[in-house]
């Protein structure tokens, strides 16, 4: 059935207190690498079936990515995605996620190669048949 769907994922970024702080700060020599990284996140979830073997294009009717700093050595990644439709939103939210911690690490490789990506996971989803689902801690 056609039914409202949502889904948030979640990726985090871990490096070195002040490669964190300078991302956070924007001093960056590339420049504003939240900004860049939100863009890329919400058109990497706009790609996801063509990404993702198998994956249905999905007409989105919405994609947010909001970053911030988790502690003074990470930064959370929590992209939402959204749409009407006959099937789920999961993987254009966690292609989102992925893709904005990946374009941090790109923007910051130059002064802690160090960093690590990790906890990419769905926190919730809601609609379609399989129901609702919350990332308990």
Partial sequence: AVTRRRAVAQAVLSGQADTIATIMGGGLKKGDALAVARIAGIMAAKKTSELIPLCHPIPLTKVSVDINGASATSIRVLATAETTGQTGVEMEALVA??????????????????????????????????????RTP
């Fill in 97 to 134: 996620a992925s893709t904005a911690a990946l374009t941090l690490y790109d923007m910051a490789k130059a002064i802690d190669r160090a960093m690590v990506i990790s906890e990419m996971c769905l926190m919730e989803k809601s609609g379609g048949k399989s129901g609702d689902f919350v």
